[in-house]
Structure formats: C-alpha cells, structure tokens
C-alpha cells in the first residue's frame, strides 16, 4: 500500500499564474514532509520542508501546506515561472527525514 | 564540483556480469543511502549508511550488495541482475540521517541501469 500518494501525475500552467501541487498521506506518524524538484538528466534537489508542528511554511515563492487532520499537503508556487517546469515529488518521513517515503512525482510545465 | 557525484551516468549489463555503480558525496555527510526509482513507481529506499555503519537494508534481494568504505564513498555491487532490475539509481546523502528528523537528501544525478 503506498503511503505517500501524488494523484495527479502532470500539471499544465499559465506563467505568472499560481501553481498547487497536491500530496496525500495515510501514515499518521509521519512527522516531517518535503518537496523536491527533479529535472531531466539531475537527482532531486531540495526545495521546501514543513515539520508536522507547523501548518504553513513559506520561502520565496513557494508555499507549503499541511492539513494534517486531512493528512493532506500541497505546494503552492507563485507566480509560476517556465524555470519550475520539472518532476515535484511529495516525500513524508517518521522521525529520520533521511528514509523518506517518495510520492510517483507531479510533472509541471509552466507555459510562457 | 557537485556535491554528490555518481558514476558511470549509464550502464548497460547482462544478467551474468558483474559491475559497480560509484558514489561520492563532497559535503561532509555522514549518511549516505541507496535509493532505485523503477519506471512508473516512487522512489524507494534500498540502503542506509550511518558513520559507515550500514543501518537500514530494506528488504534489498542480495544480488545488491552495497559497501561503505568511509563516509564519503558509497558503492553498490551489481551481480546476477534480473530485467526487472532494470531502473534509476540514485544515491544520497544527509547531514546525519539516523536520529535526526529535520533532515534533507542531496542527490546525485543517477545511474540509469538497463538489464539485459
């Protein structure tokens, strides 16, 4: 059973319009949850984190948000720019963010 | 210089070869992991080096045998491959990894390995 799930496998935006990537959840000990960004040819990089005691953290213009009762989180970029076209995936782990359990990833292309 | 390099960036093998995949992290880390994207599915956890200690196999067949020689260095031995073995591996490190919850992986690029 997977434990971190991305239902939406790409998303198509307008440059300068916002940008919502959903993630959801079933493992309630999870405790920390990250959002990495992968080109094409690249390893994943780091993008934002959100610890379980927060419900928002934001950097730049990314935002991430944790409903934790819906066990849900989402990454909200704005304004989105063709420079975030990549792969996002959702990753959430217990107490070792190191074994983080990875989402099948959100393709993103933001159009000029 | 990146901070986690992987070699060879492509591999090609046939079920009976043996061969190596490379991986060495510039950061000053001191966890280090395995991690194998196959098509279609998330990225999953295959091992964890703390310290060069190994301290995570997650039910990896032992056709993989991984070897930390220090904690800069990671490795990952390939024999007797199946086609379904066939995915993305990637390799990873972390500041400290084992008890620490607000952690972040720094990956490398990959090997993408095809079985023949």
């Known amino acids: 059973d997977q434990q971190v799930k991305q239902n939406s496998p790409s998303l198509s935006v307008q440059e300068g319009r916002i940008s919502i990537l959903n993630c959801d959840y079933t493992n309630s000990m999870f405790d920390y949850f990250l959002w990495y960004k992968k080109y094409p040819a690249e390893g994943p990089t780091f993008l934002i984190s959100?610890?379980?005691?927060?419900d928002k953290n934001e950097d730049g213009r990314f935002t991430v948000f944790l409903n934790k009762s819906a066990k849900h989180l989402s990454l909200h970029i704005v304004p989105s720019q063709p420079g975030d076209s990549a792969v996002y995936f959702c990753a959430a782990s217990e107490g070792n963010a190191g074994k983080s359990t990875f989402g099948d990833g959100t393709t993103l292309t933001v159009k000029p | 210089e990146t901070g986690v390099t992987q070699t060879p960036r492509h591999l090609v093998m046939g079920m009976t070869n043996k061969k190596s995949l490379k991986c060495e992290q510039h950061?000053?880390?001191?966890?280090m992991y395995w991690y194998k994207q196959s098509a279609k599915k998330p990225l999953e956890l295959m091992f964890v080096y703390n310290f060069k200690e190994q301290t995570e196999n997650n039910s990896v067949p032992s056709r993989f045998s991984p070897e930390c020689p220090n904690s800069s260095h990671l490795f990952l031995h390939l024999h007797t491959l199946q086609p379904e073995d066939s995915a993305l591996y990637l390799c990873?490190?972390?500041?400290?990894?084992?008890?620490?919850?607000?952690?972040?992986?720094?990956f490398g690029s990959g090997t993408q390995l095809s079985v023949l």
């Open positions: 950061l000053g880390h001191n966890a």
């Open positions: 990873a490190s972390s500041q400290e990894g084992y008890t620490t919850s607000n952690e972040k992986l720094f």
């Open positions: 959100i610890s379980s005691i927060k």
